[in-house]
């Protein structure tokens, strides 16, 4: 195993022909892809790793002012391709953040993408500004740091339920609560304001690769609206499927519904670039 494959605990899965490349978000590492990958080891050569500052690596190889903007994420993207060899085109499936880091990859490196299917996935401008609804406010999130940073577990105990959408007895509650124990505070602050204050808004029209845009119905982190946006704005062809689950991790919560159409998603290529109907 390589330097890079070792500080990612990159893990792959599968023997077809074709890879797929499973990213995950903040919070999260490679475990919240537990209920997907099963489907998908008999079809294709599954790429699985954790994002540096998450959980399962190293903390003392996050370097903030790297990862102080997305781009450092990207070359770490980058640099597991290399090492793996993959000069074919993959398809790329990236949750929340992971979403927007495989847009701008995309835009670098078109040709490494076959197709992107986002989940849960904001231009990461989550801010409300004068035309563009995001979510939340400026105080919103000077809250959240604050918070973040005066009592992290605490913080972590009241975001995971509400991320998720459950009660802490849920699964799902318990599993992104362990995650997000399991990152450095201090790390957790830094890759939280990275996030949510980066805005891809001005480069969506530069990514040319397909994009399938997948929502939860309710979700506290990123209305529906904001994947509207990312349909509207992109480049690219762009499909919009609004599921009906609940939560940012529906993946992880809401198997059973959102398995089903990741996997569809991922077989199919975009038919007509319009928004889809919820699915039954």
């Not at 022909?17 to 475990?31: K, M, P």
């Not at 979510?135 to 999130?141: A, H, R, S």
């Not at 499909?239 to 919560?253: A, F």
């Amino acid at each position: 195993m390589g330097v890079v494959e070792e500080a990612h605990n990159v893990r792959v899965v599968g023997s077809g022909e074709r890879t797929i490349v499973l990213a995950h978000g903040f919070g999260t590492d490679q475990s919240v892809w537990k209920h997907l990958v099963p489907h998908l080891v008999n079809e294709y050569r599954v790429v699985l790793f954790d994002n540096m500052g998450s959980g399962p690596t190293n903390p003392d190889y996050f370097d903030f002012e790297r990862y102080a903007s997305l781009q450092g994420y990207v070359l770490d993207l980058f640099a597991i391709f290399e090492e793996l060899a993959i000069t074919s085109p993959v398809i790329y499936v990236g949750h929340s953040v992971s979403g927007a880091i495989g847009l701008i990859a995309s835009i670098h490196r078109p040709e490494l993408f076959s197709k992107i299917v986002l989940i849960s996935t904001s231009p990461s401008r989550f801010i409300n500004d004068v035309d563009y609804y995001g979510g939340f406010d400026k105080e919103d999130l000077d809250q959240v740091f604050d918070a973040m940073n005066k009592n992290y577990k605490s913080w972590a105990s009241g975001w995971a339920p509400l991320c998720v959408g459950g009660d802490m007895e849920s699964v799902a509650v318990q599993e992104f609560s362990r995650t997000l124990f399991n990152i450095r505070p201090d790390i957790a602050l830094s890759v939280a304001q990275t996030v949510l204050h980066s805005d891809l808004r001005g480069i969506l029209g530069l990514v040319s690769v397909p994009c399938h845009i997948l929502q939860s119905t309710k979700d506290v982190s990123v209305p529906v609206v904001v994947s509207k946006y990312l349909h509207k704005h992109l480049g690219a062809e762009s499909i919009v499927e609004i599921m009906p689950s609940e939560g940012h991790l529906p993946q992880l919560s809401s198997p059973d519904i959102v398995i089903s159409v990741i996997l569809r998603h991922i077989r199919f290529d975009i038919l007509k670039p319009e928004t889809m109907k919820p699915s039954a």
